[in-house]
Structure formats: C-alpha cells, structure tokens
C-alpha cells in the first residue's frame, strides 16, 4: 500500500510543474514556507490537514487533487487500507475514500473524531458545497457563525467555501461522511 505521503509528495510536485511555479511561487500563493513545501515533495514532511487545505487553495484545485489515487472504475475501498490524515492535533482522522476526476466533481471523506474534538477549517475554493452525515455519535458544526447540531443519521448541506467548525459534542467517538462537491 502507497503511503499518503507519498502519494501527497507525487501529486503536489505533478501540480506545481504543470503551472509552473517555483517552491518559492507556491510558498507565496499557498502561506506554507519554500522549506516546508520542499520536504513535502520529498515526502519526508507530516503536513496537517490545513497545511494541505493552504497548498490546495494555493494551487487553486480540490484538496482531493492532492491526496488523489490511481482510481480504476470498479474497486472495493477498505477504510482498514486507507492512510488517514491527523486533523485536531490527531484527535481526528479524515480518510480520502473516493476523489474527484474530471467526470466527477465530489469527493468522499470518512471521519473519526474523538471524543472533545474540535477544528476550524479553512475556506475552500469558491462554490465548494459539503454534504455531511453523521454515522454514529453527534457533531456540532459552525457554518459562518450559524451553529448546526446533528445526530447519528442526520445531515446538513452547507457552504465550504466560508469558515466554519466541527465539533465531537458526544460521549465516545464520532464518525461522519462528507461529500464535497467541487466547482
């Protein structure tokens, strides 16, 4: 199995190429120093997910275009075989189960977020729409300054393209699917 970081490493060096920036161009558009961008295309760096959200937004595309796998039309994804990515100082993880390609304009993420968990997410590219369900436990989210509370079952469509939160607001372990719709 290919490591996230690698895989991260391989995409983000394949995107800055094809526009044609320097580390240096893509630490002014991204907000992530040149020497922090370096190691991560090396793939020895540990980015957090608002680092990659930064790089994303910095290269214009989807957060799925860095995290993106080879993706035949027919196959079984396990979440058992999927890298995830630390969120909340590793109180969550968020597991990139399906990406979107160029007939496919969503992604699928899986979350765990344990119990007390909490964090704010960047704005993501403009006309970014998120369709959230709860699977088990309950979530509070903060949309824009409008709070949202969800339980097992529940789910909400919102805009991802202004601030907003997740919170774990139950006793154990949340989980979660988010579709993402990218423009």
């Known amino acids: 199995m290919e490591k996230i ?9 394949i995107l800055r190429k094809k526009n044609r920036l320097s580390l240096e161009e893509l630490g002014k558009l991204s907000g992530v120093s040149k020497s922090m961008l370096a ?5 020895d760096g540990n980015p ?11 290269l214009g ?10 993706d035949p039309m027919n196959h079984v994804v396990k979440i058992s075989e999927i890298e995830p990515i630390p969120i909340a100082d590793g109180t969550a993880r968020n597991y990139s ?6 007939n496919r304009r969503f992604s699928v ?37 409008e709070e949202f509370i ?15 939160s997740y919170q774990n607001i139950a006793d154990c372990q949340s989980t979660a699917y988010n579709i993402m719709y990218n423009p």
């Open 5 to 13: 970081n690698e895989i991260v490493a391989n995409n983000i060096a």
């Open 150 to 164: 969800l339980n097992k079952g529940d789910g909400i469509q919102f805009r991802g393209d202004v601030p907003h």
């Open 61 to 70: 595309v989807p957060f799925d275009e860095l995290t993106r796998r080879p």
């Open 48 to 58: 957090t997910l608002g680092i990659l959200w930064k790089i994303a937004n910095g």
């Open 97 to 102: 189960v399906f990406s979107d390609d160029k």
């Open 109 to 145: 993420f899986y979350l765990e977020m344990d119990k007390d968990c909490h964090w704010n997410s960047e704005p993501h590219l403009q006309g970014t729409i998120e369709f959230f369900t709860v699977t088990e436990g309950s979530v509070k989210i903060i949309n824009d300054g």
């Open 39 to 43: 190691l991560i295309e090396k793939g």
